[in-house]
Nanobody, 124 residues
Framework: QVQLVESGGELVQPGGRLTLSCAAS????????MAWFRQAPGKEREFAAA????????YYQGSLKGRFTISRDSATNTVYLQMDNLNPEDTAAYYC?????????????????WGQGTQVTVSS
């Protein structure tokens, strides 16, 4: 398994932009597909975005497409989630996850490495 550490969560105003980072260590980063999930209070963890191990074909939860952008940097073993035009419904703990293999999925159960989460709060 790879170790993941998220950062970048904070309080942001509606309409603002925030970029989360996920630093990976302890494994061959290039062998893992990566994803971001989020969990709001009292709700189940849900898929946000994913990217294949080669960095191609990113995909998103439908309602987030166009506002969120996932990317990865193999030089620094980091995955990013840029979030634009944030609204209060985006308030949640955001988790980075990794799964070995080329393909990334939307299923929580497919991922065997998780970070501790970083809190994003959207409020005026």
């Amino acid at each position: 398994q790879v170790q993941l550490v998220e950062s970048g969560g904070e309080l942001v105003q509606p309409g603002g932009r925030l970029t989360l980072s996920c630093a990976a260590s302890g494994g061959a980063f290039g062998l893992y597909a990566m994803a971001w999930f989020r969990q709001a209070p009292g709700k189940e963890r849900e898929f946000a975005a994913a990217i294949t191990l080669k960095g191609g074909a990113p995909y998103y939860q439908g309602s987030l497409k166009g506002r969120f952008t996932i990317s990865r940097d193999s030089a620094t073993n980091t995955v990013y989630l840029q979030m634009d035009n944030l609204n209060p419904e985006d308030t949640a703990a955001y988790y980075c996850a990794a799964t070995p293999g080329p393909a990334a999925t939307m299923m929580v159960s497919d991922y065997d490495s998780w970070g501790q989460g970083t809190q994003v709060t959207v409020s005026s």
